[in-house]
């Protein structure tokens, strides 16, 4: 079985500050993805990131930026300098790198809030 | 090169009543997966299908929920008699094909309401 946990339900931070979303998986597979997406009040999913567990490398996107540790089975991501257009829900999520489906397992979510 | 569509965006049905929602994937796929996200929580995996085939449906309430995707057309999944608790948003996604190295691919989603 997968879980993905997000043990932040809600943060709160002022503009500019710098903020990392918390997020720590289970699973029995050794080859996996993972991922970020982005739920802004609109409604949609955004995808923000895709990272196979072969590659460790931290990864950084502009103010965006994952840290992937395998040995912790932890995938954060910061988001620097944060702005208001960042406040949304945030969902990490788990699929299995196999011929049976790629169904996603996803976190309850962080909502960020960035306040002016 | 149009993405994934769902409609209708807004639907709403009294209680005893029939949903019908649509899913359309992107050109050229035909792995189709519906999750459902209720109010304040994360997504969920309902049903995983390929044209004309479910392939997993372990995350399918066992009644009045049904999906299908046919050879030619949307995928639809239908809840029969709703009731409040199926109010949600649900969200389908598709892919090129069915392993983990093809990125899902969200639909905007259907958010249902059940008066």
């Known amino acids: 079985a997968q879980k993905v946990t997000q043990a932040q339900t809600e943060i709160s931070v002022v503009e500019k500050e710098d903020v990392t979303l918390d997020c720590v998986y289970e699973?029995?597979?050794?080859?996996?993805?993972l991922f970020w997406y982005k739920q802004p009040p609109s409604g949609e999913l955004v995808f923000l990131i895709r990272?196979?567990?072969?590659?460790?490398q931290n990864e950084i996107s502009g103010r965006y930026s994952w840290n992937f540790q395998k040995s912790t089975s932890s995938f954060n991501f910061t988001i620097t300098a944060s702005q208001v257009v960042d406040s949304a829900v945030y969902f990490c999520?788990?699929?299995?790198?196999?011929?049976?489906?790629?169904?996603?397992?996803f976190g309850g979510g962080t909502r960020l809030m960035v306040k002016p | 090169n149009a993405g994934v569509m769902q409609n209708p965006r807004h639907l709403v049905r009294r209680r005893g009543q029939e949903a019908r929602l649509r899913c359309s994937p992107m050109?050229?796929?035909?792995?189709v997966y519906w999750y459902r996200q209720l109010p304040e929580e994360g997504l969920k995996f309902m049903v995983y299908?390929?044209?004309?085939?479910?392939?997993?449906e372990s995350g399918m309430p066992k009644e009045r929920f049904s999906a299908e995707f046919p050879k030619e057309g949307p995928s639809i999944l239908r809840i029969q008699q709703v009731v409040r608790g199926d109010s949600a948003a649900y969200f389908c996604?598709?892919?090129?094909?069915?392993?983990?190295?093809?990125?899902?691919?969200f639909g905007p989603g259907t958010r249902l309401t059940v008066t």
């Open positions: 990272r196979n567990s072969f590659d460790e």
């Open positions: 299908l390929q044209k004309e085939n479910i392939i997993d």
């Open positions: 699973t029995r597979d050794t080859t996996y993805y």
């Open positions: 999520a788990l699929s299995p790198l196999n011929n049976a489906g790629n169904m996603l397992t």
């Open positions: 050109k050229g796929h035909s792995h």
């Open positions: 996604a598709s892919s090129l094909a069915g392993t983990g190295a093809y990125e899902q691919y």
